[in-house]
């Protein structure tokens, strides 16, 4: 059901200061709806920062060569983010998703609002703008900015195909429907670059990404009959191919596309401790659920979890649930 944004347009409208936020590990359609929308409220006159919780990735540094338009938080620097009269959350409804910033978060006693297309939820605090049917967050800022009565620049025009073409897997995944790409001609009308946006993202890999993707093809594995596939990287991969975290991104699609996999899993081990287990589904499995069990969450056919125990110990819980609800 489409959402009713005329309360986040009064809102708006009745604050000046504003600070938005995404989930920890940023990606093309946190930070790209991020922009976007802050794009749209400079232009209504107000005051915005934009704000990620962890490090931004080498591959999204072309956003914000000049480190100039994304803030990074930390809870070393948290009393820096104070003032601002409404938050803003985008593309994450969890708690866990929003890493240091989530103690902080709950000290604020200013309206707040969370803008959101996963099904997996939780209580932040203000209002709850979610659509799980959208293929992006982008598509929701996409409805904002409309709503709102602003024309797109730009620069917004090309932070919503960001959005909208990482979400959809650049209109490869089933989730790319008519709609999407009748919100992709707009927003190239409206100046986006798609080619240039692709070039960016797919087309300068580090030497170091490259040699961690060939690290994760060669621990490439198939179980449960051919039915899933996984891979894993070690903490100690990093160094070894001088690679950092967020090299691991597009990983998931290696596993995905094996003949026969209904169910992908990428393991990524800590530095701090505990694993992070990305999943991918194109079965009836429904991933977001067993996301969820591992404290996690997401989509029926993507989501992501972070589980407490090694490596080791969570590959064979995470196996032992897939091979279950298979």
């Known amino acids: 059901m489409p959402i009713d944004w005329s309360p986040l347009v009064t809102l708006i409208h009745r604050h000046r200061t504003f600070l938005l936020m995404t989930h920890v590990r940023p990606d093309g359609d946190g930070m790209g709806a991020q922009l976007a929308?802050?794009?749209?409220?400079?232009?209504?006159?107000?005051?915005?920062?934009?704000?990620?919780a962890s490090p931004l990735p080498a591959r999204y540094r072309f956003l914000d060569p000049d480190r100039t338009a994304i803030e990074e938080?930390?809870?070393?620097?948290?009393?820096?983010?104070?003032?601002s009269e409404c938050v803003l959350v985008l593309d994450t409804g969890t708690w866990?998703?929003?890493?240091?910033?989530?103690?902080?978060?709950?000290?604020?006693?200013?309206?707040?609002?969370?803008?959101?297309?996963?099904?997996?939820?939780?209580?932040l605090g203000g209002v709850a703008l979610v659509d799980a049917t959208a293929e992006s967050t982008g598509?929701?800022?996409?409805?904002i900015v409309q709503a709102l009565g602003v024309p797109f620049s730009v620069a917004a025009a090309n932070h919503l195909f960001l959005a909208l073409g990482h979400d959809t897997g650049w209109f490869r995944h089933p989730n790319a429907t008519a709609a999407s790409f009748a919100m992709a001609e707009k927003l190239?009308?409206?100046?986006?670059?798609?080619?240039?946006?692709?070039?960016?993202?797919?087309?300068?890999?580090?030497?170091?990404?490259?040699?961690?993707?060939?690290?994760?093809?060669?621990?490439?594995?198939?179980?449960?009959?051919?039915?899933?596939?996984?891979?894993?990287?070690?903490?100690?991969?990093?160094?070894?191919?001088?690679a950092v975290p967020g090299d691991t991104e597009d990983l998931i699609?290696?596993?995905?596309?094996?003949?026969?996999?209904?169910?992908?899993?990428?393991?990524?081990?800590?530095?701090?401790?505990?694993?992070?287990?990305?999943?991918?589904?194109?079965?009836?499995?429904?991933?977001?659920?067993?996301?969820?069990?591992?404290?996690?969450?997401?989509h029926r056919l993507a989501a992501g979890a972070r589980d407490d125990r090694d490596l080791p110990a969570t590959r064979a819980a995470v196996l032992a649930a897939v091979e279950a609800a298979l």
């Open 37 to 52: 929308l802050a794009d749209a409220l400079r232009t209504l006159g107000k005051t915005v920062r934009v704000v990620i």
């Open 73 to 83: 938080f930390t809870a070393e620097t948290a009393e820096h983010f104070r003032g």
């Open 96 to 123: 866990n998703q929003l890493g240091d910033f989530g103690p902080f978060l709950k000290t604020l006693d200013v309206p707040k609002a969370v803008i959101d297309h996963h099904r997996t939820q939780e209580d």
């Open 139 to 143: 598509r929701l800022v996409y409805e």
């Open 188 to 242: 190239v009308a409206a100046g986006a670059n798609p080619s240039l946006l692709y070039e960016q993202l797919f087309e300068f890999a580090s030497v170091g990404r490259l040699k961690l993707t060939g690290v994760a093809l060669s621990r490439l594995t198939v179980v449960c009959g051919g039915r899933v596939a996984y891979t894993e990287v070690h903490a100690a991969d990093y160094a070894a191919c001088g």
């Open 253 to 298: 699609s290696y596993p995905r596309m094996i003949d026969g996999v209904e169910v992908a899993l990428v393991f990524i081990e800590q530095a701090a401790g505990g694993t992070k287990v990305s999943f991918r589904a194109k079965s009836r499995v429904d991933v977001s659920k067993l996301a969820e069990s591992f404290g996690g969450g997401g």
